[in-house]
C-alpha cells in the first residue's frame, strides 16, 4: 500500500490560499453523497465563506447538472479557470467531457486528472475547498484520499442497515489513511406527510447515530427526505439556494455549522499540500 497521507504534513506543492478541505464520502451508491456535497457547499457560502467545489465522481460527475455549471473552464497563462455558478467557483471532469461519454480510468489516470484539479486551477482565496468523492473503498478511492490533501471527511449514509454496512468499512479506509471524520450525515432520515405532518422512518431510524456512536464521531445532521431536494438537483437549483426556508436547507446550514466547528477543534489542518 502507498504510504498513508497525514493532515498537515509537509509534502510537495502547497496550495496555499485555501484554507481548508473537507471531502464528503459515502460506503455505497445511491444515498445522496453529491447532493450533500452541493448543498454543504452552498450552506459554507451562505455563512459568508469563499468556496470551491471539486466534483472527483469521476465515473458519475453530477455536481455539475445540480449546481447548473454550463460552459468549460476558461484558460489563463496555462491555467484553469473554475466554473462559478452560485458564487461557488467549481472544478469537474463532467465540465470537460461530453456528457454521455464514459471514462474507463483506473487508480494512476484518476490521482493524475486530480493532481491537475489542484494544481492547476486557479482557485484563488479560499476559506473552504469541498470535495464530492466517489462511493465505496476501492482503487479509486484509495488513490484519490492518498493525493487529496483533506482536513476531515463527512461520511453520508442513509438509516438502512446495507447502507450502513458500507459505511463502517468506508470509515475504517479513512481511519487508516490517517484523515480526521468530522462525522455522519444520515440522508433520507424521514419523510413527513404534506397533507398530515406525520413522520415517516422510510429506510428505518437510528442507523446513523449508532454507526457515529461506533466510530466516536457526531452526528452532524439528519437530512429529511423531500422530493424538492430531488427537482432542485435536476434543475440546476439546489435546495439550500432555491428553498432556504425549508426544513431541508436548514438542516444544511445546521450541517455547515458542524463541520466549521469541527475543523476549528481538531486544528490539524495548516497548509494543505499535494502528496
Not at 473552464?73 to 458564487?87: L, Q, S, W
Not at 489513511?177 to 450525515?185: A, F, Q, R, S
Not at 406525520?198 to 422530493?227: Q, W
Not at 431541508?248 to 490539524?268: C, H, N, P, T, Y
Amino acid at each position: 500500500m502507498p504510504e498513508m497521507h497525514k493532515p498537515g504534513a509537509p509534502g510537495g506543492e502547497f496550495i496555499p490560499e485555501v484554507k481548508h478541505t473537507v471531502a464528503v464520502s459515502s460506503g455505497k451508491g445511491g444515498v445522496g453523497k453529491s447532493t450533500v456535497a452541493v448543498n454543504l457547499a452552498l450552506a459554507l457560502k451562505q455563512r459568508g465563506h469563499e468556496v470551491g467545489l471539486v466534483d472527483v465522481d469521476i465515473y458519475g460527475p453530477d455536481v455539475p447538472l445540480m449546481m447548473g455549471a454550463r460552459g468549460r473552464p476558461g484558460m489563463f497563462e496555462n491555467r484553469i479557470i473554475p466554473v462559478e455558478a452560485h458564487g461557488i467557483k467549481i472544478m469537474s471532469i463532467g465540465l470537460l467531457v461530453a456528457e454521455r461519454e464514459a471514462l474507463v480510468w483506473r487508480g494512476p489516470m484518476i490521482h493524475s486528472a486530480v493532481q491537475q484539479f489542484l494544481r492547476d486551477v486557479l482557485w484563488g482565496p479560499l476559506d473552504y475547498l469541498v470535495f464530492d468523492m466517489p462511493p465505496g473503498t476501492g482503487d479509486a478511492q484509495l488513490s484519490l484520499s492518498q493525493v487529496i490533501p483533506l482536513g476531515g471527511v463527512v461520511m453520508v449514509t442513509t438509516p438502512q442497515d446495507v447502507a450502513l454496512l458500507d459505511v463502517r468499512k468506508a470509515l475504517a479506509m479513512f481511519r487508516k489513511l490517517n484523515v480526521p471524520i468530522l462525522g455522519i450525515v444520515e440522508n433520507m432520515s424521514y419523510f413527513v406527510a404534506p397533507d398530515t405532518g406525520a413522520r415517516y422512518a422510510i429506510f428505518g431510524e437510528g442507523g446513523g447515530e449508532k454507526v457515529a456512536g461506533e466510530f466516536d464521531v457526531p452526528l452532524l445532521a439528519r437530512i429529511p427526505l423531500e422530493m424538492d431536494t430531488r427537482k432542485g438537483g435536476d434543475e440546476g437549483v439546489p435546495i439550500a439556494v432555491g428553498q432556504p426556508d425549508s426544513a431541508q436547507a436548514r438542516a444544511f446550514r445546521g450541517l455547515a455549522e458542524g463541520v466549521v466547528e469541527r475543523l476549528d477543534s481538531l486544528s490539524a489542518l495548516k497548509l494543505p499540500t499535494i502528496g
